[in-house]
């Protein structure tokens, strides 16, 4: 699991930014929000242009260098701090039971990488500093017969190792293959106009198209019924005889996309995602929503969070909705306030001791979580 992320020069972020989700307390109420000391699930609260969606990106970038499936890289423009000739850095700190990871590294820009260093249980496991020498350090066995000068590449050294080896069965290299499987099960989307994702997939898979293929018209309109738009919904051939979603209104059929409001498209985003996040045996390990209920009722948004909280990976979510926060969803060291001082917790904003009778929201905003 992710339990520490850093990050300098990367976007608004012009000093080092630290989200920690490793302090938790010691509360007796909603305990399936924290896995191993590490919290499981977040919502991160903030004003606007603070850099909640940033803070998104700037985890998500690893995913750019370690897999082949960044889908949206119209979202990294402006890559560095306005003014800056400088490298952006980050910083991953990585819990798999009692085996630790930390990779950090700086990139000029989305692609381009100037160095890195993977520690696993302590060890340097893997570097690389190009500004100073194309020679690759790699201390995993099965990799001695890896070629270690990387001038003819650009390839992140972990990449590099991950596609070229097999590697033996020990401690350090089984952390190493949990490691590059766990960031390949990130996934970061959005429904704000569009269904921008980040992880997980490669390409675009649309959702009219995954939900018709997939046989869940009938779940689909379950779904949005208990969300609270009362609809029918069928299947209807368009142009080319190509399947679309449609309404039906006593026997008229209307396209899905011709007449649905944003809430119900951003409903269609989430559903589309959701289905690959419940499954029990589910690929994804860590999954970013940024401004998840932009366009939902309050109701619908405690309902969403009611779902996420029941899923297997970890969730990190933004929101300016602060109906979802209560204790009875989560509690006071998941909910996250990221300002010009960094990201804390409500838990750490204040000196007061907090309780599970306590009505959160109504302190947020009589300002006793502002210091």
């Not at 990294?76 to 701090?81: D, G, L, M, T």
């Not at 009219?208 to 969300?227: G, P, R, W």
């Not at 970013?288 to 309902?303: G, P, Q, R, T, V």
Request: glycine share 6%.
């Amino acid at each position: 699991m992710l339990a520490r992320f850093e990050v300098t020069n990367f976007k608004n972020f012009k000093d080092t930014i630290v989200f920690d989700l490793t302090k938790s307390n010691s509360y007796e109420f909603n305990k399936e929000c924290i896995s191993n000391g590490i919290i499981n699930k977040a919502i991160v609260y903030g004003y606007n242009g603070v850099g909640k969606s940033n803070l998104g990106f700037a985890i998500f970038d690893l995913v750019s260098h370690l897999t082949d499936r960044n889908n949206s890289s119209e979202l990294y423009e402006n890559y560095i701090y306005a003014g800056s000739s400088s490298h952006a850095t980050f910083k991953y700190e990585f819990h798999f039971l009692e085996d630790r990871v930390v990779y950090e590294y700086g990139k000029t820009d989305l692609d381009t990488l100037v160095f890195e260093n993977l520690y696993i249980n302590g060890e340097l496991f893997a570097a690389i500093d190009r500004r100073k020498s194309t020679i690759a350090f790699i201390d995993a066995e099965g990799a001695e017969g890896l070629k270690k000068d990387l001038s003819e590449t650009l390839i992140s050294v972990v990449t590099y190792i991950k596609k070229n080896t097999v590697l033996e069965s020990n401690k350090n290299n089984d952390c190493f293959r949990n490691f590059v499987n766990y960031v390949s099960g990130m996934l970061f989307f959005r429904s704000l106009g569009q269904n921008n994702y980040i992880g997980l997939e490669q390409g675009t898979t649309g959702i009219e198209a995954d939900i018709i293929e997939k046989n869940n018209v009938q779940a689909f309109e379950s779904f949005l019924n208990k969300a609270g738009i009362k609809c029918n919904l069928i299947t209807v051939l368009g142009d080319g005889k190509k399947p679309h979603l449609a309404f039906e209104f006593d026997g008229k059929q209307i396209p899905f996309y011709h007449i649905a409001s944003q809430g119900t498209r951003a409903l269609a985003v989430f559903y589309f995602w959701f289905q690959r996040l419940k499954k029990e045996d589910t690929k994804v390990t860590l999954v970013f929503i940024d401004e998840f209920d932009a366009f939902y009722h309050y109701s619908l948004s405690l309902l969403v969070i009611e779902q996420l909280r029941g899923i297997k990976p970890q969730v990190i979510v933004t929101t300016h909705n602060t109906s979802v926060m209560t204790n009875e969803l989560l509690r006071p060291d998941c909910y996250f306030f990221i300002d010009e001082k960094g990201i804390r917790s409500l838990s750490n904003r204040t000196p007061k001791e907090l309780r599970e009778a306590h009505n959160i929201e109504k302190m947020y905003r009589a300002g006793a979580f502002d210091g």
